[in-house]
RNA sequence: GGGAGUUUAGCUCAGUUGGUUUAGAGCAUCUGCCUUACAAGCAGAGGGUCACAGGUUCGACUCCUGUAACUCCCACCA
C-alpha cells in the first residue's frame, strides 16, 4: 500500500469515528467492573463550540479513554442545560426580527416557540463534539428539562420547602433591567467604571441660609431620597441632626439622621437616603423607619408612580419613562439649573452587572424565593468538610481556599427568576395570595382543603421560573435518574461519579451546589476529583470575545490541522488550574507531530526482511540472557545484527522507564506534562535515536526479530499517545500489522521496571554520538566525509556491544582503541575518555585549544567549589553521609577529568 | 479594603521532603545539511545573578521576613 506524503487527517478522521460509534465502543452498562464516570458539564444549548469547550472537553477524553484502556467501565454522560436567561434572550431576540413581542404571546405560545428553537439549534454544540473525538455515550444524552429532570427539579423544590429552608420573601434583590428578572449574588460581576461624583446641596426646610451637601454617583435616584444621614460624631453636623431639608425639584421635606454607618472622610461626609435603591440604603431605612420610594420601573425607567401627587410638577412629569442613564445626566443639569449643584468629580467605582446580558444590575426591593444556605449548609456538615479533608480533591488544590472563605461567608439564594423558559415555581396562588407549595395542581388544592379549608379552591401557579443552576446542581445524580428513580441500576453503579472537569470561574454557581446537593439528596459526594481548567486567552494573554474578534473558529482550526493536532496544541502547554494562551503555533507543532509519525510508518514499511542464523541465535541468546557479548559467526553479521537488538533492548528499557513516568503523572493529573513525555519518547527517543540505529543500510534487509521488536515498539507507542491523539494513533496502530481489535479498547499491560544498566549505556552512546557530531560540526566536516576514531579509554569493554552503532551514526571508516595521544588528529575529550578523530581536514588546533580550555575552566571552577565544601568542618560533621560521598565522587570525578584535560591540552 | 496565588532562557512552563556534577524541557533563534521516512525535516550550538533586599543554615531556585510587579477570588464607602 502506498502511504501518502504527509497525514492526511480529515478522511481517516471520519471513519475512524463512525468505526467506533458502530462498534459502541463508547456505550456503557452497567458490570463487574470499576466504575469510570464523568459527567460533561453540560453547555448551553445555545452555545456554539469555542476554545473553552475544547479545552474542557478534550481533557475529559483524555481521562475517559484512558480509563477504558485501564479497562475501566468508562461512562462519559453528554447532555445540555436549558440555560434560562441567555436562552430566553436569543428566543426573544428571534421572535422581535420576526416582529413578535414577548409581552403579545401568552406562556403557552412563547414556550411553544422556546422548545422549536431548542430543538432547532439545541444540539449543535453536541455534534461539533463528535469532530473532536470525544468519546461520549451519546446513547445517555440528557437535558436540564427533560420531563424526568423537570420532575426531579419541582421534587426538590417542594422538599426543601417542606424543609423549612425555601422561603418566600421580599427582599432587596440584584435586578437585571435587560432581562426584568432578579439575579443571585453570583450572577453580578462588579467591573470598574469611571463616573462622576455629583456634589448636590438640599436647602434647609425652615428657608434658612445653606444646606446640607452630599455627593454622590446616582443623581437620577434623588426623587426617592426619604432622609440625609451623617455621623452622629462628626462636629461639623451635629448640630443638623433632626432638621428638615427639602430634596432639590421635588422639594420634599426630609429629615437628618445620624448614623455611624457613614464615614465622615468620604465625600461631604452626608449621604443621601435611598432605601428603594440602594442595599445599605435599604438596611439603614428598615433600622430608621423610613418609606421605600421607587422611582425606577422594572426595565429601569423613570416612574412617578409612588411620588406624591401634591409634589409632582412638569419637570418631574417629563421624567417620565426615561432610561436611568439618560436621566441621571438630565437630573443633574436641572439641579444645576436652580443652583444645587455644587461640582462634580472624576470618580472610579464599581458597579455590578448581569453575568448574563451585562446589563447595570439595579438593587430593587422585590418578592422572591430564597434559599436559606445557612441552615441548608447546617444539616450537611459534609458539604464543607469533604473538600477541606480531600474525600472531594481539588487540582490544583488552591481552589479549595476559596470554595471554603465562599461556604463561610455563605449568603441566601435568590432562586426565582422572571423568565418563562425554565422550571416554573411550583407555588399555587388563590385570589387573596394565600399559597401553598405543592407537585402539581390537584396536590394543591387538597393542601388548600387542609390549610385553609378551601374546597376546589381557584389556584394559579406562580408565574416565575427557577434559577438554572437549581437544575444543574442534580445533573451528577439526575442524568442517571437518581432522582426521579431512586436506586435504580445505573445510579447505584455510575454514582459518585469519578472526576469532573470544569472551570474555576463556576467552582460557586456549580460545583458547591453539585456537592450540597450530592450530600442533601444522596448522601454522599458527587465525585472524587475535580480538575479547575484555566481560562484559555490568546498569545497576548488577552481573553478571547467576540468584540476582539482574537476568538478562533474551532470548526475551521479541525479542517486546517486535523483534531488531533488541536487536541495537541491546546493540551502540550496546560498544566490544571493555569490560564493557557492559545497560539496556532502549537497547533502546527501537532500537526508536525503527525506527520513526523505518519513518516515513521512509512518508514517501516519500506524495509524487507531476513532472518539469519546469526541472528536467530542471537535472539534465542538474549532471550536466556539480557548480558551483552554474545558470540556470532562473523563479525559483520555480529555487529549488524547484535545492535539492531541491543537497540531494541535499550528502547525496551526506555520506554518501560517512560510509562512508569507517564503513569504517575497522569495519576497526578499532569496532563500536559505526560504529554511531553510522550512527545519526546516518540519523536527523539524513537524516531531520532532507536529508528536510526535499526536501520538498514541503503537496500539491505532487517533482521526479522528487530523488525518485529520495532513493530511492538511503535504499537505501545500509539497505544501511550491514543488518549490525547485517538484518530492518528487508531490509524498507524491498524496500518503496523493486520489487527483483530482496535486502539480504542485496548487494554494497557502492567508496566515492569526499566533495565537501569542498558539505560546507562545508551546515555554514553548518545552523549559519544552528539559529542563526536558536534566536533565534527565545529571543523567543518562534511557530512558525507568519513573519518577515523582512535579511543583511548580503560573500558573499552563497555564500547563493544555500541561500537557498530557508533560507526554508523558519526559516519566513521573505523573505530580503534588506542594507549596514547595519536598525532595530527583533532583531540576531545567525552566523559573520562579521549578520542582522536583522524580527517583530511586541516587542523584547527588554536580552535580545539580554545574547546579544552574553556572545558577546563569548568570543571575547575566546580572543583573549587566542591572543595570549598568538603574543606568546610560543619558540612563534613552535618551532611548526611550520602551526600557526603557524592562530594566525594564529584571531588574525584572533577580532579581526573582535569587530569585528562591537561594530558590533552599538553600533547596539542 | 480582606484573602489566595504567581514571578526560573526571547515566549510557554518543569524543578518532588534544602545537597544528584555551579538550573531542565518545548517553541523561537543561530550554524551546517535537499543524507533514499519526514525541509511540516536532520545534525549541532548559543541563551538564565532562578523578581529584588535581608535572614535561617555547613549549604537556598527550594525555608522565613520584607519590598515590587502581575493575576484571581471575596467585599457594593455614597
Known sequence: MELSKNFEPQEIEKKWYSHWMNSGYFKSVPDGREAYTIVMPPPNVTGVLHMGHCLNNTIQDILIRRARMQGKNACWVPGTDHASIATEAKVVAMLRERGITKSSLSREEFLKYAWEWKEKYGGIILEQLKKMGCSLDWDRTAFTMDPDYYKSVIEIFVRLHNDGIIYRGLRMVNWDPASKTALSDEEVIFKDVDSKLYYVTYPFADGSDGGITVATTRPETILGDVAICVNPIDERYISHIGKEVLVPIINRKIKIIGDEYVTADFGTGALK?????????????????????????????????????????????????????????????????????????????????????????????????????????????????????????????????????????????????????????????????????????????????????????????????????????LWPMEVFKGISNPNNADINYYYPTTTLVTGQDIIFFWVARMVMAGYAFKQTQPFKDVYF????????????????????????????????????????????????????????????????????????????????????????????????????????????????????LWFEARLNEAKLEVNDMLNQFKLSEALKVIYSLIWDDFCSWYLEWVKPGFEQPIEKAVYEKTV??????????????????????????????????????????????????????????????????????????????????????????????????????????VNDAVSGTITTVIGKDKFYIETEQPLNVAGQKEDLEKELAHLKGFLVSVEKKLSNEKFVANAKPEVLAIEHKKKADAEEKIKIITDSLATL
Open 712 to 817: 511492538g515498539f511503535f504499537s505501545e507507542l500509539m497505544e501511550l499517545l491514543h488518549p490525547f491523539m485517538p484518530f492518528v494513533t487508531e490509524e498507524i496502530y491498524h496500518l503496523l500489522e493486520e489487527r483483530k481489535d482496535d486502539l480504542c479498547t485496548h487494554v494497557y499491560a502492567a508496566p515492569v521496571q526499566a533495565n537501569e544498566k542498558i539505560l546507562g549505556e545508551g546515555a554514553l552512546l548518545k552523549n559519544i554520538i552528539s559529542g563526536l557530531r558536534d566536533v565534527r560540526n565545529k571543523n567543518q566536516i562534511k557530512p558525507k566525509e568519513t573519518i577515523k576514531v582512535h579511543i583511548q579509554t580503560v573500558e573499552a569493554a563497555v564500547y563493544k556491544s555500541i561500537e557498530s552503532i557508533l560507526t554508523k551514526q558519526i559516519n566513521a571508516e573505523a573505530i580503534t582503541y
Open 533 to 648: 481548567t484555566g481560562m484559555v486567552r490568546d498569545k497576548q494573554g488577552r481573553k478571547m470575545s467576540k468584540q476582539l474578534g482574537n476568538s478562533p473558529d474551532l470548526l475551521l482550526l479541525i479542517d486546517q490541522y486535523g483534531a488531533d493536532a488541536v487536541r495537541f496544541g491546546i493540551m502540550i502547554a496546560s498544566p490544571a488550574g493555569n490560564d493557557i494562551l492559545f497560539d496556532e503555533m502549537a497547533l502546527e507543532q501537532g500537526r508536525n507531530f503527525n506527520n513526523k509519525m505518519w513518516n515513521a510508518v512509512k518508514l517501516l514499511k519500506m524495509w524487507s526482511l531476513r532472518t539469519t542464523e546469526a541472528g536467530q541465535r542471537t535472539t534465542e541468546a538474549r532471550q536466556r540472557t539480557t548480558d551483552d557479548g554474545q558470540q556470532a559467526t562473523t563479525e559483520g553479521e555480529l555487529w549488524s545484527v547484535d545492535s539492531g537488538l541491543w537497540s531494541a
Open 273 to 473: 437616603v435611598t432605601p428603594a435603591h440602594d442595599k445599605n440604603d435599604n438596611e439603614l431605612g428598615k433600622k430608621h423607619n423610613l418609606r421605600a420610594l421607587n422611582t425606577l420601573d422594572e426595565e429601569g425607567k423613570f416612574t412617578l408612580e409612588e411620588l406624591e401627587d401634591d409634589l409632582i410638577n412638569d419637570t418631574i412629569i417629563s421624567y417620565a419613562g426615561v432610561d436611568r442613564f439618560a436621566l441621571r445626566k438630565k437630573i443633574a443639569l436641572d439641579i444645576e439649573a436652580i443652583g444645587g449643584l455644587q461640582k462634580i468629580e472624576d470618580y472610579k467605582s464599581q458597579v455590578g452587572t448581569s453575568e448574563r446580558t451585562g446589563a447595570v444590575i439595579e438593587s430593587r426591593l422585590s418578592l422572591q424565593w430564597f434559599m436559606d444556605m445557612k441552615k441548608f449548609i447546617a444539616t450537611n456538615p459534609d458539604i464543607a468538610a469533604a473538600v477541606a479533608d480531600e474525600r472531594i480533591k481539588f487540582h490544583p488544590q488552591k481552589a479549595k481556599n476559596t470554595y471554603a472563605h465562599w461556604m463561610d461567608n455563605i449568603k441566601d439564594w435568590c432562586i426565582s427568576r422572571q423568565l418563562w423558559w425554565g422550571q416554573q415555581i411550583p407555588a399555587w396562588y388563590d385570589a387573596e395570595g394565600r399559597f401553598v407549595v405543592a407537585e402539581n395542581e390537584e396536590k394543591a388544592k387538597e393542601m388548600f382543603n387542609i390549610q385553609f379549608s378551601i374546597s376546589n379552591a381557584q389556584l394559579k401557579q406562580d408565574e416565575d421560573c427557577l434559577d438554572t443552576w437549581f437544575s444543574s446542581w
